[in-house]
């Protein structure tokens, strides 16, 4: 693996999106794949679907796992550490100050009423998100993604499992098509 781009600038890249972007690990991909895809690109468009399946999939906060496996795929083990710990340092530098504050802000109907705009802007990052990785799995598996979203839906929409539940389902119904499918064995 040859690196292509330095600790400290991975380290940089991170801690500012981490550092600026609000409302959960959905709202860093379209930002992390315009770094990572279009302006420096070192990943490319299947391998960012790859990477943004394996974070949602995996425990923990989506932002850090996507942020780790980033890493991992550009640095190895050493960018996998740099890029957690630029993921996670705004987090609790921006935790530590609001708990000193928390009293003052528990009840500021400014602070409120942020938070409620706030929320209205990551839910339509949140769709673009989802619309821009649902074109790019149609166009590699048309077929097979169109069933699995449907399926996502169905399930999501008319039953009661939990989405973890679904999640899991879909990703196994992954593995098994796609390990059976091999055509490099």
């Known amino acids: 693996m040859t690196p292509s781009i330095s600790y400290s600038h991975l380290f940089w890249v991170f801690l500012k999106i981490n550092s600026f972007t609000f409302g959960g690990g959905y709202t860093i991909v ?5 770094y990572f895809v279009e302006k420096e690109p070192l990943i490319e468009e299947k391998e960012m679907l790859d990477l ?19 890493g991992y795929r550009l640095r190895g083990v050493g960018g996998a550490l740099v890029c957690a710990l630029a993921s996670c340092l705004p987090c609790l530098v921006i935790i ?25 802007v990551i839910s339509a990052v949140l769709f673009l ?30 039953t009661s499992l939990n989405t973890g539940l679904i999640i899991l389902l879909l990703a196994l119904i992954g593995l098994v098509t796609f390990s059976l499918n091999r055509k490099d064995v």
């Open 30 to 34: 379209p930002i992390v794949r315009e």
């Open 129 to 158: 998100t989802t619309f821009n990785m649902a074109k790019t799995a149609l166009k590699i598996y048309p077929v097979f993604s169109s069933l699995m979203m449907g399926l996502a839906f169905v399930l999501g929409f008319f």
């Open 96 to 120: 530590t100050i609001i708990s000193g504050f928390y009293q003052a802000f528990r009840d500021n109907p400014y602070i409120a009423a942020m938070l409620t705009g706030i929320s209205g």
């Open 52 to 70: 943004v399946a394996l974070a949602q999939s995996g425990p923990g906060a989506m932002a850090i796992s996507l942020s780790l496996l980033t």
